[in-house]
């Protein structure tokens, strides 16, 4: 988590340009805060925490997903 305390916080371990595309590089040894932040809108949750750290970066809040099955169900 190093980094995410400075006045413009960033992850020394993330990689890429956020709003373009990103990864943890210490994915498998992430600390507990990550392990433990979760996405809006995952298992249908809404973070409004997720929102605010999009925002910081001028992103969008996430938007909840319908997901239509890939298979056609038989009648």
Known sequence: MLGTDCKSPRC???EG???T????SIYE???SPCR?????WVDGQ???DCDAAR????LAPLEPVDIEPWYEESA
């Open 29 to 31: 040894q992430r600390s």
């Open 36 to 40: 433990e932040f979760e996405a809006s």
């Open 46 to 48: 809404h973070n409004s």
């Open 12 to 14: 020394i371990s993330l």
């Open 55 to 58: 925002a910081a970066f001028g």
């Open 17 to 19: 340009e956020v709003g």
């Open 21 to 24: 595309g990103v990864s943890c």
